[in-house]
């Protein structure tokens, strides 16, 4: 079968339907950006777009449903506009929803997300990377007593954050996988590579030990010193690893259609991840600003609503703790006094954080409270009950500033927690605040990282020695970068993927022509995540009306070839839109030869 044949046979056999299916709730995108954000009218890139904005309206905690739609006046910077979508969105009726079937053919496979119908889904973040070892373990213990009586057809995926992003458990509402997920290895508490406390316990140490009376000041600025330079190196670790993290996260969910939930525990919060730059978090704006922006943008474009937790519970200053009897506390020395001070100077921030992330993307903060599951079940209670509003913005001008939503009610007290805004940014060229190309791909490379969705696509794999081949030619010489350390003659395979077009940005020139550009990557690892061989390619596109129409029907067809050595094994597939600068990656098990 020839290439572009069998891009159609693989488009039409599953994935055109399954991305047709998501596509029923108005979106559409200016930047490159998740289909779910902007209600979208053409494939190329356009100026006329809907805001997407979810509203979650509470009375006492309460979720409040059944409320007129003509109550609801929605404005950006300040500007009143017309409302040209409305839907109010409820729990699930108790009954498990089951998670919509795509039934592939043999060594068929695609990146469009497995999850169940629902009002919203929620996702569990445990943070290990800004949590000590002894909340991690808390956490741990209070999630898998929830899950045990969580409501029936509550649909969860579990996540772990340390110096990566896992997933521990995709979309689900059983009960017995859910708790399998928390109690396996996977999830035990681990020591955060961005969290040392010696420096910190070093310095209070040496302070009391030197007495207030008899430390010598050139001693004790020593000690600042390197404290102050170790400190911050921790913290800017944190940062950049979170914000991956984050981005990571929303690029998973990209495709999933509605409003997500974010439950994210964790024992500090370096940094607000707020789309809004007048609400930058008092930590470590300094450098983070576009980046904070950026994966703000793709929260938003993703319609995740994050759920802060501080997973340290109620908070007691530390100077107090009989463990810290050591530190001149008992004269009401200088680490006593110190110790406190930067305690609630480092909680004041992390709250602060906390309620600047819910705040901006349309969630609610938890903390100083040790009843997580009273928490997790409100955070999903209310996060299914919302109202989705769209508008078409007035203003036209597209200089990617950021724009201020507000919404309002009539005649109502209620609590109103929604996204607080948008970057606008031009319709006929990529936004202000990329990600670098690269480390985008990287990324999406990584052995064992959570999949990305933004660009969805299907694939078929197989030996080359298949009889589907035996009139096909391939070039002679290796396929890929083969490790050289590897033994023994590789066995090739073939790689056919179809590409969604509705997921590539095009550019449209005057003639009417699109173009595109695109970069596929192939990467194979071992059981133990050491990388066997990859290839990689990209082509360019330049379509007019008639080639344009028919990619539509049948996808991008690309066909690839790598070499792999014998065993268990791991295929890594990356697309990556060069134009759009979004990303999407499918990870596929392999047997290859004897075992």
Do not use: C
Request: cysteine-free; glycine content about 8%; charged content about 15%.
């Amino acid at each position: 079968m020839h290439v572009a044949q069998l891009a159609g046979a693989l488009f039409v056999s599953g994935l055109a339907m399954a991305v047709h299916a998501q596509s029923a709730a108005p979106t559409a995108s200016s930047r490159p950006k998740s289909s779910d954000k902007f209600q979208q009218e053409t494939i190329f890139r356009t100026t006329s777009f809907s805001v997407l904005v979810d509203v979650v309206v509470t009375n006492e905690g309460v979720a409040v449903h059944g409320i007129d739609p003509r109550q609801f006046h929605i404005y950006e910077n300040g500007r009143e506009q017309q409302i040209s979508f409305f839907d109010e969105h409820q729990p699930h009726s108790g009954v498990e929803p089951a998670a919509p079937k795509h039934t592939l053919p043999p060594h068929y496979y695609n990146n469009v997300p497995n999850h169940a119908p629902g009002s919203a889904i929620n996702v569990l973040l445990l943070d290990g990377l800004n949590t000590p070892v002894m909340d991690q373990a808390y956490v741990r213990k209070q999630m898998i007593a929830y899950v045990k009586i969580i409501a029936p057809g509550t649909t969860l995926a579990i996540f772990t954050m340390a110096s990566r992003l896992r997933m521990v458990q995709g979309f689900t509402s059983s009960i017995d996988d859910l708790t399998k997920a928390l109690e396996s290895t996977s999830t035990l508490p681990n020591k955060s590579v961005g969290i040392d406390t010696s420096a910190g316990n070093a310095f209070d140490s040496a302070i009391g030990n030197l007495g207030i009376m008899h430390a010598p000041a050139d001693d004790v600025a020593l000690i600042q010193q390197f404290e102050s330079e170790v400190s911050p190196a921790q913290t800017d670790r944190r940062i950049q690893l979170t914000l991956q993290a984050m981005q990571l996260l929303a690029r998973y969910l990209s495709a999933v259609p509605g409003r997500k939930n974010l439950i994210w525990f964790s024992g500090s919060f370096p940094i607000a991840l707020g789309p809004d730059p007048g609400n930058q978090s008092l930590q470590n704006v300094r450098s983070y600003a576009e980046q904070v922006s950026a994966t703000s943008d793709l929260l938003s474009a993703a319609r995740i609503a994050v759920y802060p937790v501080d997973a340290r519970g109620i908070m007691s200053l530390p100077g107090f703790d009989a463990a810290n009897n050591g530190l001149s506390t008992s004269n009401g020395g200088p680490g006593f006094a110190r110790m406190n001070a930067t305690a609630m100077s480092g909680d004041a921030n992390s709250h602060f954080s906390m309620e600047q992330i819910a705040h901006d993307t349309g969630g609610r903060a938890f903390f100083n409270t040790n009843g997580f599951r009273a928490a997790i079940a409100s955070a999903i209670q209310n996060g299914e009950s919302y109202y989705t509003i769209g508008y078409v913005p007035r203003s036209k001008k597209f200089n990617g500033d950021f724009r201020k939503i507000k919404v309002k009610l009539d005649n109502s007290k209620y609590d109103l927690e929604y996204r607080t805004g948008y970057y606008a940014d031009p319709p006929d060229k990529p936004g202000s605040l990329l990600f670098n190309q690269a480390s985008l791909m990287t990324e999406a490379t990584l052995n064992g990282a959570p999949l990305s969705t933004q660009v969805l696509f299907q694939t078929r794999i197989l030996p080359a020695t298949d009889p589907e081949f035996k009139e096909a030619h391939f070039p002679a010489g290796p396929a890929g970068d083969l490790s050289a350390a590897l033994k023994g003659s590789p066995h090739r395979y073939i790689v056919d993927l179809a590409v969604d077009p509705h997921t590539v940005i095009f550019d449209s020139s005057a003639d009417a022509t699109r173009t595109g550009s695109i970069e596929f990557t192939l990467v194979a690892y071992d059981s133990d995540g050491k990388r066997l061989n990859f290839i990689d390619r990209a082509i360019k596109l330049a379509l007019n009306p008639n080639q344009y129409a028919q990619i539509l029907k049948t996808g991008i067809p690309v066909r690839m070839a790598l070499d792999l050595p014998n065993g268990e094994q791991s295929l890594r597939i990356a697309v990556h839109d060069m134009i759009g600068v979004r990303v999407g990656s499918l990870e596929i098990p392999l047997t290859v030869g004897s075992k």
